[in-house]
């Protein structure tokens, strides 16, 4: 897994970015579109090889790649850590930005319609990007999380800024019951005046879920409503877990 060596806001010009952007072209969006406003999530099985998932989460230690690194426990965010990419991005974590972005947009607008939200997106992951980094967000938000035994990760929304894009992506770089147990990803959300709805999202090695950074349009009797939800990970049980987070605004 190499670096791109041209600037983050310009498209990566490579035969594996082309080959990644057909891989993902080829998923049924209109299913992902149905389960993205049915439920907040929407699953993308096998979207990286077993290859690319450990080359991934090989280069954890590999501190040339990364911005920063946190450690949970000191901020209350849980058990555990995760790492910031640095620009310019791994070859294949900007190919998954880049590719799922474009695919992701028309969504999201639709989305801000429906919750009377008057921000839309452009087509392209670089104009949005343009636009985060001439309000000062210009950190990538790209991320490497790493659990051992006895670690999770506490509810949280990702928002580092005025932008924000309202969907993301998490990809399961290990396998369960082969590299740990334990560990699920866990979705909440919370409707008005009603108890928190949870859900345990299954994933596998390689498997993508896309879900809401922050809110979804619910339709009701009096049309649509906001619902907030969060994410996070449920503690594991023994071994260690990589997740791949791709996120596509920028922090400030």
């Known amino acids: 897994m190499t670096f791109v060596t041209d600037h983050p806001l310009r498209p990566m010009p490579s035969d594996e970015f082309l080959a990644l952007d057909e891989r993902i072209g080829t998923q049924d969006w209109g299913a992902i ?3 993205l406003d049915g439920g907040g999530h929407a699953l993308m099985r096998q979207l990286l090889t077993r290859e690319e998932c450990d080359a991934i989460a090989g280069a954890y230690h590999d501190e040339a790649r990364y911005r920063s690194r946190v450690v949970m426990a000191r901020h209350g965010f849980g058990r ?11 070859d294949l974590v900007q190919g998954l930005r880049g590719a799922l972005y474009p695919r992701l ?3 999201a607008e639709r989305w801000n319609q429906a919750m009377g939200i008057a921000v839309r997106y452009p087509p392209r992951l670089q104009d949005f990007l343009a ?3 001439a309000a000062g967000q210009t950190r990538p ?4 999380l790493r659990y051992a035994s006895g670690d999770y ?11 924000v894009f309202p969907l993301q992506a998490a990809i399961l770089l290990s396998q369960p019951g082969r590299d740990f147990e334990g560990g699920e990803f866990v979705l909440t959300e919370q409707r008005p005046r009603m108890q928190s709805r949870v859900e345990v999202v299954p994933l596998q090695q390689g498997d993508a879920v896309m879900f809401a950074v922050n809110q979804r349009p619910v339709r009701g009797a009096r049309g649509h409503y906001r ?12 071994g260690q877990r990589h997740t791949l987070g791709v996120i596509f605004h920028d922090a400030s």
């Open 80 to 90: 555990g850590e995760y790492r910031y990419f640095r620009y310019p991005l791994p």
């Open 105 to 107: 947009a028309p969504i």
């Open 141 to 144: 938000t790209p991320l490497l």
């Open 153 to 163: 990760n506490c509810l949280h929304q990702d928002l580092y800024g005025e932008h």
């Open 33 to 35: 579109a149905a389960a």
């Open 227 to 238: 619902v907030a939800m969060r994410h996070g990970v449920s503690r594991l049980h023994s």
């Open 131 to 133: 636009r985060c980094h």
